[in-house]
């Protein structure tokens, strides 16, 4: 069973290299990568 990450600011310098990080895991499961301009709901479903 992964562990569900979200990542806030992931199209930015630190976050984008935490994306590919996490994509990288086999244990880790990127389940949202949002930005500024994106709205935060989308943690909700």
Do not use: F, P, T
């Amino acid at each position: 069973m992964a562990i569900k990450v979200a990542v806030l600011g992931a199209k930015g310098r630190m976050g984008s290299e935490v994306v590919k990080a996490l994509n990288e895991e086999a244990d880790l499961e990127l389940v949202a990568a949002i930005d500024q301009d994106d709205d935060i709901n989308i943690l909700l479903d």
